[in-house]
């Protein structure tokens, strides 16, 4: 990035917009609207990881563009309480505790619980749909909207420069378990006053038609149920309460006892209940000490690990690691979730796995019992027309999904220069209700791995990845700089290669003869020593043995 790719200063009465995660991808959503010195944002999650990042736990928004500023936010707003909306907030507050938090009622409770596990005490505000709250410079009216989960709300902000509707995560269920629908009227409302600009999420923007209703899977479970001789284990994402309702409701009718496996699961589930979004007839759910000693054909477990998760429920059950729960013949297991993107791997090998030791295995590809909680073409088109914004920002979704946003967008009458494709990054800001791209500030990816926070690099991943595809060459040698000699070595040994050590036994002599020179020249250092070892070996293994793994090269001292 250049200096003239920066952002000017921030004029007084100008809205500044600035989307820190969640664009051309698809997690880790996270923007910042800043106007006259005062900051809110809307929702911080994580993103996950794919293979290309081994390791790692999870990816957080880039602070930096926050460096300085903390001090300034006046709240987060959370659309709802998914991962990718709510899961990097309690590394946000690291920074600044008393930020407070404003959100619905699952979703506040649900993020006290994480907060919890990082002995963190927030201040929250609970709001509903038609509440309108002052937080600092910005005026806050929350709009009920349908997803995977209770109690999503999209939210109008209103300013001096302008208003702007954000749609968080949204789909038009027309029959939802909960009977809480898209608000559509509500939009209409603030529609009547102008929306400057649009927000929207694009997951689901290149798919035709409209999203069907989350009641049409009920079916797919109640066959499931019906034909299982053995226990039956749904695998779904921790916070959808509402599939997780219809895995109680199939397993009442087919009289067995539900189980809840996984950390997060218990949690969340926990949670929804006590709070009155998940029903659960008295007696149906029982604990994994107590499902054990039921019979197979009387329990249900409910599990984590839908996306191939190498630590959660379902993988260590499919790997024979789980404590309580095996699996086998007369068993089946139910995968009741969509794919995230670059989790197709893990996925695919934890159903081959799982076919292995004769279980039943249904899944999307086979059995309708996935449905999206991202609005199809269809419904983002109702929106525009009911929302006619002056300009739109797709957001949610990876590049493609953008772009067919945006053309949904201009379908409906919002002029091409008028839909605005940005980046993470880029900073909006808005005049008088006209908002306008006016530079971009860095950001990266930070990563979670293990309690190490934005201490893993790039290049320490891409070292990672060489380590596990192309093996390790570790060369040691002792010499005395003083004397100018070789002392031992050099001695090599190699890991993660298919040949032996004995392969290098052709090499060594030249690899002995580089070190010789550069230890008889009195102006080498020990790091020119080991250069000059790597580049022998590392020619070598690249001709011969057609790899690059890594080499690590090391002289010690002596006398």
Not at 164 to 169: Q, S
Not at 223 to 233: H, L, N, P
Not at 471 to 484: K, L, M, N, S, W
């Amino acid at each position: 990035m250049t200096e003239s790719n920066l952002p000017p200063s921030i004029d007084n009465g100008t809205l500044r917009i600035v989307p820190l995660g969640g664009i051309e991808e698809v997690g880790r959503n996270m923007t910042v609207f800043e106007i006259d010195g005062r900051i809110l944002i809307v929702d911080c999650g994580v993103l996950f990881p794919e293979v290309i990042q081994p390791g790692v736990d999870l990816i957080l928004p880039d602070f930096d563009y926050l460096q300085g500023k903390f001090h300034q936010i006046d709240g987060i707003v959370l659309t709802h309480g998914h991962e990718d909306h709510i899961g990097a907030v309690p590394y946000l507050l690291r920074e600044r505790k008393d930020i407070p938090l404003i959100g619905s009622k699952l979703t506040i409770a649900l993020v006290e619980a994480k907060l919890e596990e990082h002995k963190i005490k927030p201040y929250s505000l609970v709001v509903e749909e038609g509440d309108v709250e002052k937080i600092g410079n910005f005026e806050c009216e929350f709009i009920a909207v349908n997803h995977s989960i209770p109690d999503a709300l999209a939210v109008a902000i209103h300013t001096n420069a302008g208003t702007v509707l954000h749609t968080g995560d949204f789909k038009m269920d027309q029959l939802p378990l909960d009977g809480r629908v898209t608000d559509l009227r509500g939009m209409g409302r603030v529609a009547d006053d102008g929306v400057d600009l649009l927000l929207i999420d694009s997951t689901n923007s290149e798919v035709p038609g409209f999203v069907p209703s989350e009641v049409t899977i009920a079916p797919a479970l109640d066959e499931a149920m019906d034909q299982a001789r053995g226990k039956v284990i749904v695998a779904s994402f921790a916070s959808h309460v509402h599939r997780v309702q219809l895995v109680i409701d199939a397993a009442v009718k087919h009289d067995r006892k539900v189980c809840f496996v996984g950390r997060s699961m218990v949690r969340n589930m926990g949670i929804a209940h006590e709070l009155g979004y998940l029903s659960i007839p008295e007696g149906t759910l029982v604990e994994l000490g107590q499902a054990a000693n039921l019979p197979d054909e009387d329990i249900v477990y409910m599990s984590t690990g839908s996306q191939g998760e190498p630590m959660a429920a379902i993988s260590r059950i499919a790997n024979g690691n789980h404590r309580s729960i095996t699996v086998g013949p007369n068993d089946t297991v139910v995968f009741a979730s969509s794919l995230i993107p670059g989790n197709e791997e893990s996925v695919n090998r934890l159903i081959n796995q799982l076919t292995k030791l004769g279980t039943k295995v249904i899944h999307s590809g086979n059995a309708h019992v996935h449905v999206s909680g991202h609005a199809f073409s269809g419904e983002i088109l109702v929106l525009y027309n009911v929302v006619e914004p002056e300009y739109v920002m797709p957001v949610h979704g990876e590049a493609r999904h953008l772009v067919a946003n945006g053309k949904l967008a201009v379908s409906t009458g919002v002029p091409t220069e008028n839909v605005l494709l940005t980046r993470n990054g880029s900073v909006i800001d808005m005049v008088d209700g006209v908002p306008s791209v006016v530079g971009e500030v860095p950001v990266g990816y930070v990563y979670v791995d293990g309690s190490s926070v934005g201490e893993i690099t790039e290049e320490e991943l891409t070292d990672r990845i060489t380590l596990g595809e192309e093996g390790f060459i570790a060369i040691f040698a002792v010499v005395d700089t003083e004397g100018r000699k070789v002392l031992s070595g050099p001695h090599i040994q190699a890991r993660g290669m298919a040949e032996d050590d004995a392969v290098f036994d052709d090499i060594m002599p030249d690899v002995r003869k580089a070190l010789d020179e550069a230890v008889s020249n009195p102006k080498s250092t020990t790091h020119q020593m080991q250069q000059a070892m790597r580049r022998v070996i590392g020619r070598w293994v690249s001709r011969k043995l057609r790899r690059k793994p890594m080499i690590i090269p090391t002289v010690v001292e002596g006398s």
